[in-house]
């Protein structure tokens, strides 16, 4: 019997560890003081667990005002006491990025481009360690040009793949290149079309995400200042990333799923397309259907939101 209950103790504490958040870096243990430098935290002048121990699901956009909104809209769909307006920017002591915290979710900017996001996502994996956070779900919710998709359509990332179509993230670290896959959890991602499905409120698909270095000449667009290329090349270019699964481009999705996966973190990419790069490099739709766009990531993650957290049978 005490064999048993010392056998269902340890059982319990693997598992314990197994869905605390893990930063790889032993350097960490060492030091008397975190400064999540960027954020405007410390481990020394905030109690990181009492402010952020119970959040479950972080989702991460690039523009500032777009989640806050996300913030606003979460509070309302999970019928959470008082003014959406009083929600505090906890980032509000730098300029860097804008931070919201509404019940168990996490609302942060993270910028535009890979460096920006790894910064961000630097300290906020080390944020929800510091926290003890258990079971966290990230989400990307973007904007992205999409490949052989109708503008409007959301792109559930299926692999984050770089501009050969690979699905990894080269990172350079001491003048060496350090592969790192991209691959995403599958079972958040089925979860999400299955709730799409349930919603039936926008075309929904499964796609590769190609992740670029920039807007302009990364992306194949003919509009930039600089442009070395044809017309011709351009969509025999696009024509080989739809042959290979791509059916997005973005900026950011391959170091967001890199160190998820190096972390042990579930996390989905949900972007929305804006446009056919078959069709065009320039955004040409109104501002009132753009929003209208930017919102339905927002709209179907806080649905799987709800659905984890009981509010939805």
Same mark, same amino acid.
């Given at each position: 019997m005490a064999m048993l209950l010392l056998n269902r103790l340890a059982k319990e504490h693997e598992d314990y560890i197994k869905q605390q958040?893990?930063?790889?870096?032993?350097?960490?243990?060492?030091?008397?003081?975190?400064?999540?430098?960027?954020?405007?935290?410390?481990?020394?002048?905030?109690n990181l667990p009492k402010m952020f121990g119970d959040i479950k699901f972080v989702c991460v956009g690039g523009s500032a005002n777009r989640m806050k909104a996300f913030a606003h809209f979460i509070h309302q769909e999970l019928n959470i006491p008082g003014n959406p307006d009083d929600i505090q920017d906890?980032?509000?002591?730098?300029?860097?990025? *804008?931070?919201?915290?509404?019940?168990?979710? %996490?609302?942060?900017?993270?910028?535009? @481009? =890979?460096?920006? !996001?790894?910064?961000?996502?630097?300290?906020?994996?080390?944020?929800?360690?510091?926290?003890?956070c258990q079971d966290v779900v990230l989400f990307r919710l973007g904007t992205s040009g999409g490949v052989g998709l109708n503008p409007g359509t959301v792109v559930i990332t299926d692999k984050a793949v770089d501009y050969s179509f690979r699905p990894q993230f080269e990172q350079v670290v001491l003048g060496k290149v350090i592969t790192r896959s991209t691959e995403l959890d599958e079972e958040v991602a089925s979860e999400l079309l299955q709730y799409a499905s349930e919603l039936e409120s926008f075309p929904?698909?499964?796609?590769?995400?190609?992740?670029?270095?920039?807007?302009?000449?990364?992306?194949?667009?003919?509009?930039?200042?600089?442009?070395?290329? *044809?017309?011709?090349?351009?969509?025999?270019? %696009?024509?080989?990333?739809?042959?290979? @699964? =791509?059916?997005? !481009?973005?900026?950011?999705?391959?170091?967001?799923?890199?160190?998820?996966?190096?972390?042990?973190?579930?996390?989905?990419?949900?972007?929305?397309?804006?446009?056919?790069?078959?069709?065009?490099?320039?955004?040409?739709?109104?501002h009132e259907v753009l929003v209208e766009y930017q919102q339905r990531p927002q709209i179907l993650v806080a649905y799987f939101i709800k659905k984890r957290l009981g509010l939805i049978p």
């Open positions: 958040v893990h930063v790889k870096n032993p350097y960490l243990d060492t030091m008397e003081e975190d400064i999540l430098y960027h954020f405007s935290l410390s481990t020394k002048t905030h906890i980032c509000e002591g730098t300029d860097r990025y *804008s931070m919201y915290k509404v019940g168990p979710v %996490l609302s942060i900017s993270h910028g535009m @481009g =890979v460096p920006s !996001i790894s910064i961000m996502m630097h300290e906020l994996i080390k944020l929800l360690h510091h926290a003890h929904t698909v499964i796609g590769n995400t190609m992740c670029t270095h920039d807007f302009y000449e990364g992306q194949g667009r003919l509009d930039g200042a600089l442009c070395s290329f *044809s017309h011709e090349e351009k969509l025999e270019y %696009l024509k080989k990333a739809y042959e290979a @699964g =791509v059916r997005n !481009i973005e900026m950011e999705s391959t170091v967001f799923a890199a160190m998820c996966r190096v972390c042990g973190l579930k996390a989905a990419v949900v972007c929305v397309a804006l446009l056919n790069r078959f069709e065009g490099d320039q955004i040409t739709s109104s």
